[in-house]
């Protein structure tokens, strides 16, 4: 298979600056069911999509002044 074969079987582009659909729902599904609910809760309040949402936890632990991983920048 060459690698635009391989592209092509990509349910979404590629993106390093934010959390993809796949990541989220993977990393969604390893958390207890109470915390996956909390996740899901606080998507549809806010009206944004769920793996937005788990972003916006991840920065905001990182790095409390960035609303993305773009603007994400740790001071460790």
Not at 35 to 64: C, S
């Amino acid at each position: 298979m060459t690698s635009s074969s391989i592209e092509s079987f990509n349910a979404e582009p590629e993106t390093i600056e934010h959390l993809s659909l796949v990541a989220a729902r993977m990393m969604l599904a390893a958390f207890p069911p109470h915390i996956q609910a909390a996740f899901e809760r606080r998507a549809k309040a806010i009206n944004y999509p769920v793996e937005a949402v788990l972003e916006m936890a991840i920065v905001g632990f990182l790095d409390g002044e960035a609303l993305s991983f773009v603007d994400c920048k740790p001071r460790y």
